[in-house]
């Protein structure tokens, strides 16, 4: 226990303390901030590309009710079709010319856009809703229906479910299964970006010993295990340190540059959801969609949060150990880095397995597959995560960590057995006989 | 003198060939053993199984009388022959953290090591980068970290290599100290001088196999016999002819100036006259005189097959 201190506090030091691990700290969350913001950024100082439209309308209808938005405009004309696009392809300014057919109402096929260049799909089917809007209601004119407007109004609905669970330990914790695999997902991204930058540093952290000769002497005076151990958990320590930093300077940069760039108003109304207000009603005030809304609700539920991410933390380092593990082993069983390169691919596959599993979970949270995926470790982080809004049994997560971190240590065992046989056994293949020998050493 | 370790008839064999062949070693306690051997010949693989690096396919390790575990390797110092250090390291740190490494206290590493490292004049490494140091450099340091938890058994790996004279020198000294302290202490070595300096007991190991075991001293009295340095002047190669077959021939040096000289060994004693006779008849002979032969000797003779 003592070594693996030692290790952990060495392992530490070595990385902490170096230039480029404080630089790389500290400009990563500005770097990321700068990505994130660079498309609205971009947006902002472009140039808004306004297209004119010179509109000939024979019924007269039409033209008259066509908004005028920020990329479009629309200008009426009383000219000739032929004199207009000539005039169109003249002017630069002018996108081109519309005609809309004397019989409309009835022929609504009857429309043609003349452009100099080429449209885009969005232009066309924004210009044909407006037109289809008009004459759906000029056709319901001709019924002579009273206040058909108000009518309309009133039976306009849309539905969104909100789910309770009525079973007797969670009666209230509301189950939303896109909340459910939000949340998986998101984490699982963030473990897939915590092993492949971290994971491959416990890798070459064992590798270290080889390449500096260190080797006999380490083995000599410490028992594989403590040393793999001690190597994953100061780089765990490394990572979690990292993160922390990142974490706490993303909030600051973006409680600085974000206001600017985000509606602040999406915070306001999820609060209001949760404080039992109509979803779809707030949704459609914010034009937001109602389920990303529900979602944030129950994800950002006070009540809630405490537990959850006490056992997402401790899904998602017992996760990082545990694939750490398999870091160290690969790292064990080579000689230089290069060697390692395939090993490393076949590591990550459980976690794209994980991913497909979560997109199951939207369909049935405990189905078999979702349910045996949520119990072997090797998926267990990141399909856990994502199943635990929808109400699992203590047992079930318990169970589910235990076997996580067992499995952990029974990893770095293994691994620190593949690291002792490979050191010195030069060549010779050992039999089933002899490894038994030194799994018992 | 008990044995702090005994290798019974220990047998590792690799894919390709066998490197320790049924070898056995007995070690006393505070004694200054030498492996001796030529390159290739076992001597790394018996010490990995020592320090049980290395699991034998047969035979086992004793520690004070009874199987070696891993608690005992704490009590042994192990320089291996491959040496390094973490590289990015502050050579004071690292010293600290291997020493803490193999059971000190951090204090007590810190004192121990500020006294060793005044002793070997080279406080001013202290915050130096490890990568900094010339190998030599390195070399100290490894040494110290090996010892400073003063282990009751040290085994250096061809400790002298890659030092220079002056260095190996104090290297010596420090070896024969640490024995007065009480601890024992094996090296494994082709340097035949430093064997007859600080040894006293030796085993050698040629081409896996145990050949020669013992007190330097039995050793050398035992191979003592028979062994004949002669001066001449005259035709060196009508010499050799000569006396070939009756007599092995283990130097000859052919002198232009002066006297030519030969070492020789004669097997049986009723050989001796007619072999003076035949020196005789060839050459002018100056000198013919009965010689201890020197560790480097024994060695040649046994590699070659001639013991």
Known sequence: ?441 | MSNIISAEHITKRFSAHTALDDVSVEIPRGSVYGLLGPNGAGKTTLIRTITRISLPDEGRILFDGRPITQQDIFRIGYLPEERGLYRKMKVGDEALFLAQLKGLKRHEALVRLKEWFERFGIEEWWNKKVEELSKGMAQKIQFIVTVLHRPELLIFDEPFSGFDPINANLLKEEILRLRDEGATVIFSTHNMSSVEEICDHITLINKSHNVLSGRVDDIRRAHGGNIFSVQYRGDGKALAERIQGICEILEQEEATVGLSSLKIHIERNEDIRSTVSLINDAVELRQFTETIPSMNDIFIRAVNGGL
């Open chain 1, 1 to 441: 226990m003592r070594n693996i201190g030692l290790i952990v506090g060495r392992e530490f030091r070595e990385r902490v303390y170096k230039k480029s691990f404080i630089i790389t700290t500290i400009l990563m969350p500005l770097l990321m901030i700068l990505l994130s913001a660079a498309p609205s950024l971009i947006m902002a100082f472009a140039e808004s590309d306004n297209k004119q439209i010179t509109v000939i309308d024979e019924s007269g209808i039409v033209a008259p009710r066509l908004t005028s938005g920020e990329e479009l405009s629309f200008e009426i004309s009383d000219k000739e079709l032929s004199e207009a696009i000539i005039e169109a392809s003249q002017n630069e300014d002018n996108f081109g010319v519309l005609y809309i057919g004397k019989d409309i109402v009835a022929n609504p096929n009857d429309v043609r856009l003349y452009t100099s260049s080429s449209s885009s799909l969005m232009l066309e089917e924004s210009i044909a809703g407006q037109i289809e809007e008009v004459i759906e209601s000029e056709r319901l004119k001709e019924y002579n229906i009273e206040n058909i407007d108000e009518i309309l109004k009133k039976v306009e609905a849309t539905v969104h479910l909100t789910t309770f669970r009525t079973d007797k330990e969670e009666q209230s914790a509301a189950s939303s299964a896109i909340a459910s695999s939000l949340t998986g997902l998101v984490l699982g991204f963030l473990l897939y970006f915590i092993l492949v930058i971290y994971g491959s540093m416990v890798m070459q952290s064992v590798i270290e010993e080889k390449s500096s000769r260190i080797l006999e002497v380490m083995v000599s005076t410490v028992k594989p295990f403590e040393m793999l151990m001690g190597k994953i958990l100061g780089i765990a320590l490394v990572a979690a340190v990292q993160i922390a930093v990142w974490g706490v300077l993303l909030v600051i940069f973006s409680a600085l540059i974000m206001p600017a760039l985000m509606p602040d108003n999406i915070l306001d109304s999820v609060q209001q959801v949760q404080a039992g207000a109509d979803v779809a009603a707030i949704a459609t005030q914010q034009e937001l969609s109602p389920e990303l809304l529900t979602a944030m609700a129950s994800v950002l539920d006070t009540g809630h949060i405490a537990t959850i991410i006490t056992l997402v933390l401790l899904f998602t380092v017992g996760g990082f150990l545990l694939y750490a593990s398999l870091y160290a082993a690969v790292g064990a069983s080579v000689d230089e880095a290069q060697d390692a390169q395939q090993f490393t691919t076949i590591i990550t596959l459980p976690i794209i397995v994980a991913f497909v599993v979560i997109m199951m979970i939207m369909k049935d949270p405990n189905s078999a597959v979702v349910y045996w995926c949520s119990m072997i470790p090797f998926t267990s982080p990141i399909v856990m995560v994502a199943r635990m809004p929808s109400g699992i049994p203590a047992w079930e997560i318990a169970l589910s960590l235990a076997l996580l971190y067992a499995t952990f240590v029974l990893c770095v065992w293994g691994a620190a057995k593949i690291y002792k046989v490979g050191i010195f056994m030069h060549g010779s293949k050992p039999s089933f006989k002899d490894l038994w020998r030194w799994l018992r050493y």
